[in-house]
């Protein structure tokens, strides 16, 4: 640990000297906008001005609820029982319990795209981004519970490492079918993707937000971001190397902490606001379908809402079905509804706290700035020190975001390269950290990061609704044990 250590502090001591020596951070954000601007001509395509990928999402939520008859409301106080521990027991196979798969889980989710990421929602579709998010949330339950209940069906057991996640059900379902060769190829491209997502989308977002409301308390600091990013790529280090065991430990330590201050900061800034809330409410509400509003009017706030939402919530993405698939149980469909609260908590309640925060304090028309700096202004309406609240709960919804997709993703190398080369992953990992720590394109970086989180949701959704009858079978099975008292 301690020479692994000592190659981090190094790494770190290195990019200082080339971000010193040259304009490199300038050239990345350069690279970051030729990317960015790629990926948006190749891969959202539009029809009738909405994004192909948004447009096949969007209908894959809601197709996905109504063919479990809206299991997300009807189950939803089962799946709470079954968080509880009710059914929890050591007979079964597994590295974590239902409540570490889902902080694990909801950690990875919880992270600054709830924060930052609805700020950035607003910039990009209006205030009316907002209930599109929360609709997108609610239907999302469904491909949460969907995408982890076939996860854990295809786990692989009686190994040392459970296994699971999108390329294994997809491989696994698409050879059932007799498409073997699809299935390869197809569970190929979602690893391709998965892995890039991690570096291009949670890992570079994630820490470019913890440098940002960091930095912003101290001029030193704000003038020296490599030793914040050195600081955050060490600490990554250390807790991505000790496995899914200790990313669990510490994300039932953060994740409630982090929620419970988040949360009742929000609440006090709508209680010093309460008097604008019945208009930040009919803003809320008027954009959404208004033709003529900020941002693009409906369409925009549409697409902003669900692309913010997919990258809040990671429904239909897969990354929760690896989180869960190590999860100490035998029956898929009661992981898939521990895992399917996830949305109602991250995407419907703190997306929606952080959005009514940003509309009835009309911090997103100051100007400040873009992404947390705008939820900041927010919190400046209360005190000028009420920041500091915002100050404490970001960098430990980031941290323990990146470190838990981190973890999902290097399941991802995995099924690519195989173990031994994994270690390449993890220095990738901490070299974007760093600088993305140092970037001032927050823009780019976002929309690189909801552009790989789409792609990957593209071909998920289109392998959950393809495999949605195999699903409500074990759905069926489920609830006829259930009513007979069989299950364990």
Same mark, same amino acid.
Request: some cysteine.
């Given at each position: 640990?301690?020479?692994?250590?000592?190659?981090?502090?190094?790494?770190?001591?290195?990019?200082?000297?080339?971000?010193?020596?040259?304009?490199?951070?300038?050239?990345?954000?350069?690279?970051?906008?030729?990317?960015?601007?790629?990926?948006?001509?190749?891969?959202?395509?539009?029809?009738?001005?909405?994004?192909?990928?948004?447009?096949?999402?969007?209908?894959?939520?809601?197709?996905?609820?109504?063919?479990?008859?809206?299991?997300?409301?009807?189950?939803?106080?089962?799946?709470?029982?079954?968080?509880?521990?009710?059914?929890?027991?050591?007979?079964?196979?597994?590295?974590?319990?239902?409540?570490?798969?889902?902080?694990?889980?909801?950690?990875?989710?919880?992270?600054?795209?709830?924060?930052?990421?609805?700020?950035?929602?607003?910039?990009?579709?209006?205030?009316?981004?907002?209930?599109?998010?929360?609709?997108?949330?609610?239907?999302?339950?469904?491909?949460?519970?969907?995408?982890?209940?076939?996860?854990?069906?295809?786990?692989?057991?009686?190994?040392?490492?459970?296994?699971?996640?999108?390329?294994?059900?997809?491989?696994?379902?698409?050879?059932?079918?007799?498409?073997?060769?699809?299935?390869?190829?197809?569970?190929?491209?979602?690893?391709?993707?998965?892995?890039?997502?991690?570096?291009?989308?949670?890992?570079?977002?994630?820490?470019?937000?913890?440098?940002?409301?960091?930095?912003?308390?101290?001029?030193?600091?704000?003038?020296?971001?490599?030793?914040?990013?050195?600081?955050?790529?060490?600490?990554?280090?250390?807790?991505?190397?000790?496995?899914?065991?200790?990313?669990?430990?510490?994300?039932?330590?953060?994740?409630?902490?982090?929620?419970?201050?988040?949360?009742?900061?929000?609440?006090?800034?709508?209680?010093?606001n309460i008097h604008n809330f019945g208009y930040a409410f009919k803003i809320l509400f008027s954009s959404m379908i208004d033709f003529n509003a900020v941002g693009g009017g409906v369409v925009g706030a549409f697409v902003a809402g669900i692309?913010?939402?997919?990258?809040?919530?990671?429904?239909?993405?897969?990354?929760?079905?690896?989180?869960?698939?190590?999860?100490?149980?035998?029956?898929?469909?009661?992981?898939?509804?521990?895992?399917?609260?996830?949305?109602?908590?991250?995407?419907?309640?703190?997306?929606?706290?952080?959005?009514?925060?940003?509309?009835?304090?009309?911090?997103?028309?100051?100007?400040?700035?873009?992404?947390?700096?705008?939820?900041?202004?927010?919190?400046?309406?209360?005190?000028?020190?009420?920041?500091?609240?915002?100050?404490?709960?970001?960098?430990?919804?980031?941290?323990?975001?990146?470190?838990?997709?981190?973890?999902?993703?290097?399941?991802?190398?995995?099924?690519?390269?195989?173990?031994? =080369?994994?270690? #390449?992953?993890? &220095? /990738?990992? $901490?070299?974007?950290?760093? %600088? +993305?720590? @140092? =970037?001032?394109? #927050?823009?780019? &970086? /976002?929309? $690189?990061?909801?552009?790989? %989180? +789409?792609? @990957?949701?593209?071909?998920?959704?289109?392998?959950?609704?393809?495999?949605?009858?195999?699903?409500?079978?074990?759905?069926?099975?489920?609830?006829?044990?259930?009513?007979?008292?069989?299950?364990?």
């Amino acid at each position: 640990m301690i020479y692994r250590l000592f190659y981090v502090v190094l790494f770190c001591l290195l990019f200082n000297d080339v971000y010193a020596a040259s304009s490199f951070h300038e050239s990345y954000d350069t690279v970051l906008n030729g990317i960015n601007t790629f990926m948006n001509e190749v891969l959202f395509f539009k029809v009738f001005h909405i994004p192909f990928i948004i447009l096949l999402v969007a209908f894959g939520y809601v197709f996905l609820t109504l063919r479990f008859k809206f299991l997300n409301i009807r189950m939803f106080k089962h799946a709470f029982a079954i968080l509880c521990g009710k059914y929890d027991t050591n007979h079964h196979d597994g590295h974590i319990t239902h409540f570490q798969a889902f902080v694990t889980a909801l950690s990875s989710t919880v992270g600054l795209g709830t924060v930052a990421g609805v700020a950035i929602a607003v910039s990009m579709g209006g205030p009316g981004a907002v209930p599109w998010m929360m609709i997108t949330g609610f239907f999302g339950m469904s491909a949460k519970f969907a995408e982890v209940t076939l996860a854990f069906r295809h786990r692989t057991e009686g190994q040392a490492q459970l296994f699971s996640g999108p390329f294994q059900y997809i491989r696994n379902g698409l050879e059932e079918f007799g498409f073997k060769k699809l299935g390869i190829v197809l569970a190929a491209i979602y690893a391709v993707f998965f892995v890039l997502s991690g570096l291009g989308g949670s890992v570079a977002f994630q820490t470019n937000q913890m440098v940002s409301i960091l930095s912003g308390y101290s001029n030193w600091v704000d003038s020296h971001p490599w030793l914040l990013s050195s600081i955050i790529s060490v600490l990554l280090a250390l807790v991505i190397i000790g496995g899914i065991r200790r990313i669990a430990i510490v994300s039932s330590a953060l994740v409630p902490i982090m929620s419970l201050i988040y949360i009742f900061s929000c609440i006090t800034i709508i209680a010093f606001n309460i008097h604008n809330f019945g208009y930040a409410f009919k803003i809320l509400f008027s954009s959404m379908i208004d033709f003529n509003a900020v941002g693009g009017g409906v369409v925009g706030a549409f697409v902003a809402g669900i692309q913010r939402a997919i990258f809040a919530s990671e429904a239909g993405v897969g990354s929760a079905s690896i989180t869960h698939a190590v999860a100490k149980d035998e029956e898929p469909v009661r992981t898939g509804l521990v895992a399917m609260i996830e949305p109602c908590f991250d995407t419907m309640l703190i997306c929606c706290l952080t959005g009514i925060t940003i509309v009835i304090t009309g911090a997103y028309q100051t100007g400040v700035g873009e992404g947390i700096l705008i939820t900041q202004k927010a919190f400046e309406t209360v005190s000028s020190w009420f920041p500091i609240l915002l100050t404490v709960a970001a960098p430990l919804f980031a941290f323990s975001s990146v470190i838990s997709f981190v973890y999902c993703c290097e399941m991802g190398w995995l099924y690519l390269f195989g173990a031994k =080369s994994v270690v #390449i992953y993890r &220095i /990738a990992v $901490i070299i974007v950290a760093f %600088f +993305s720590g @140092l =970037s001032k394109d #927050i823009m780019a &970086i /976002a929309n $690189i990061g909801g552009t790989l %989180f +789409s792609c @990957l949701a593209l071909v998920n959704m289109t392998a959950l609704i393809l495999f949605s009858n195999q699903i409500n079978d074990e759905v069926q099975c489920y609830l006829k044990r259930l009513k007979n008292n069989k299950i364990n």
